[in-house]
């Protein structure tokens, strides 16, 4: 099983619509989490990070976690062209430092 | 705005040969992580250093990588030889805590994108 598991998409919605970015994870014990976005040919950068259960917002995005699912998503509200990139899920287990990331998800927002 | 800095940015070579790839991180970061991403794949880590000390190679295939950061600073990392499968992109990250800083954020590098031939 992998540590951290996406739906590799690609994903498509339209210009203004509402984007939902799914991530799962194994280890229970994990407690950060982390969204990044992925240009084509770029590095990652880094996007909302979440620690407790329930909802963080950030300007158009919000993160949510739900720690029992395992189960980490990030919306993405009126969502622009420019916001097409893969977006990776990282985790951060408790006795490592380093991180886990999912395939990523792949993202088209349609003008 | 600091940054963390990597080159070269693109390398093509030819299998069996050596390569290497150096990263500076965000001054002041007393981590640095290298990560391997293969098109299509998260990246996964390669090597972690605390300062100077490796604290997690258990990924670093030892027998053709190899890692340092002699003074806790910059960081090398080397090929050789290089293989086929060796194509992706090598990412560096730095973050300012020691091991075990909850939730800190890594800040990564703009890559070099290896091809080899």
């Known amino acids: 099983q992998k540590e951290v598991e996406q739906n590799s998409g690609p994903l498509s919605v339209p210009e203004g619509a509402i984007a939902s970015l799914n991530c799962t994870y194994s280890d229970r014990g994990s407690q950060s989490f982390f969204w990044y976005r992925q240009y084509s040919g770029k590095s990652p950068e880094l996007i909302m990070s979440?620690?407790?259960?329930g909802d963080k917002e950030d300007g158009r995005f919000t993160a949510q976690l739900n720690k029992a699912s395992q189960y980490v998503s990030l919306l993405i509200r009126d969502s622009q062209p420019s916001d097409s990139a893969t977006y990776l899920c990282?985790?951060?287990?408790?006795?490592?430092?380093?991180?886990?990331f999912g395939t990523g998800t792949r993202l088209t927002v349609i003008p | 705005e600091a940054e963390v800095a990597q080159s070269p940015r693109y390398k093509i070579t030819e299998k069996s040969q050596a390569v290497a790839f150096w990263c500076d991180p965000i001054?002041?970061?007393?981590?640095l992580y290298w990560y391997r991403q293969i098109l299509g794949q998260g990246p996964e880590l390669l090597v972690q250093f605390q300062d100077e000390s490796v604290v997690d190679d258990s990924q670093l295939p030892k027998d053709r990588f190899s890692a340092e950061r002699l003074k806790g600073v910059d960081s090398t990392l080397k090929i050789q030889p290089a293989e086929l499968g060796d194509s992706a992109m090598y990412l560096c990250?730095?973050?300012?805590?020691?091991?075990?800083?909850?939730?800190?954020?890594?800040?990564f590098g703009p890559g070099t994108r290896l091809l080899v031939l």
């Open positions: 001054s002041g970061h007393a981590t």
């Open positions: 979440i620690y407790s259960n």
């Open positions: 990282a985790v951060k287990k408790m006795e490592a430092n380093n991180l886990f």
């Open positions: 990250a730095s973050s300012r805590t020691p091991r075990g800083g909850f939730g800190e954020t890594q800040y």
